[in-house]
């Protein structure tokens, strides 16, 4: 055993905001097995949840319910037992507290009392997701959760817009569906997004792509209506490298020595193509491919797709009937 760990992992009246897996076990650090393992309290956002973690540590803490429904007062409370020289802990049910989750006023409280509080960092599902997503090199905007009411997310939706730095979002299984469509509806389908499903878990699932490709990401299997959500949308001028910038300044297409026979060409050509494409792939994914071959802009080509898909599902409509 090394000096440091004979050292006590906590002090009479400190307060220490532990961060706790978010799904892998594994992830609880020696520090925070330590500090839970010798708090005199632990005030968890669910009892229920916290008690099997302190199990598993051989913590014989008092639990104390600290949730968003009486943080207010339980504030309070914490205060008055590190004033009686206790030692304390705060978790939520999965990560670091006060990040979409309580916490936030008992720390306040806390610190107006001239305690001391202690950070025990670890699990967070929002440096997860910025890690492994691939869309966020410096600055972000952690938005958190969005409204549930949808005029109130469109609304959210639209004033996040035009930030030029990414937006990291939470969300919940039965809205991710609705979420996802306000999204589209609300900055294009043009904007590439991460989904990352059940980080850390077993069934964990990292996706990238444009966001009008979500919605049928999402249905492809059942599976990913369940479980918990992080979102990032990239801002509207993002593109990957390697793909095609659309700044409206494209670089004119190649000139052929008969413009008119060029026009033919990008006509009936490129239609004839893309609409064979769709059918087998859908507008997204199909208008990402012969943007590349035709060297024309993504937003005429995607215009096009739209059509064309349009157009069969008209046909096929009328072949039913």
């Known amino acids: 055993m090394s000096g440091h760990d004979t050292i006590p992992a906590v002090e009479p009246g400190a ?15 020696a520090r925070a ?10 005030a968890a956002e669910d009892t229920r949840v916290t008690a099997p973690l302190l199990a598993r540590v051989a913590s014989r803490a008092r639990l104390l319910a600290a949730h968003q429904h009486n943080e207010a007062a339980i504030a309070e409370r914490i205060v008055a037992m590190l004033g009686e020289a206790k030692s304390v802990a705060l978790v939520t049910d999965a990560g670091t507290p006060g990040v979409s989750d309580p ?6 409280a806390v610190l107006a009392s001239g305690r001391r509080v202690v950070p025990v960092p670890g699990p967070s599902a929002l440096t997860a997701l910025a890690s492994a997503g691939g ?19 469109a609304d959210r939706l639209r004033a996040l817009a035009d930030l030029d730095c990414p937006v990291v979002l939470f969300e919940s299984p039965h809205r991710i569906e609705a979420t996802i469509a306000a999204i589209v509806e609300q900055l294009g389908a043009e904007r590439w997004v991460v989904l990352g ?16 490709e979500a919605p049928a990401w999402l249905l492809a299997n059942p599976m990913r209506l369940k479980g918990e959500y992080g979102l990032i949308i990239a801002p509207a001028e993002f593109r990957l490298p390697g793909t095609r910038r659309e700044d409206g300044h494209e670089s004119a297409a190649p000139q052929s020595a008969d413009p008119t026979t060029e ?32 060297g024309r802009p993504h937003r005429e080509v995607y215009a096009r797709a739209l059509r064309l898909a349009q157009q069969d599902e008209s046909l096929d409509a009328g072949g039913s009937a």
Request: one cysteine or more; aromatic letters at 6%; charged letters at 25%.
């Open 15 to 29: 307060l220490y905001v532990v961060a706790t897996p978010i799904g892998h076990l594994g992830d609880l650090s």
């Open 263 to 294: 026009a033919v060409t990008l006509t009936l050509d490129l239609d004839q193509l893309l609409g064979a494409l769709v059918r087998e792939m859908g507008a997204s994914r199909a208008t990402r491919i012969v943007e590349r071959l035709a």
């Open 135 to 153: 869309l966020i090199e410096g600055a972000f905007r952690f938005e958190g959760f969005l409204p549930a009411r949808p005029r109130a997310r």
């Open 197 to 212: 499903r059940e980080l850390t878990k077993k069934f964990e699932e990292i996706h990238r792509c444009l966001s009008g």
């Open 103 to 108: 916490g936030a006023r008992i720390v306040s």
């Open 33 to 42: 097995a330590r500090v839970l393992a010798e708090v005199d309290i632990v």
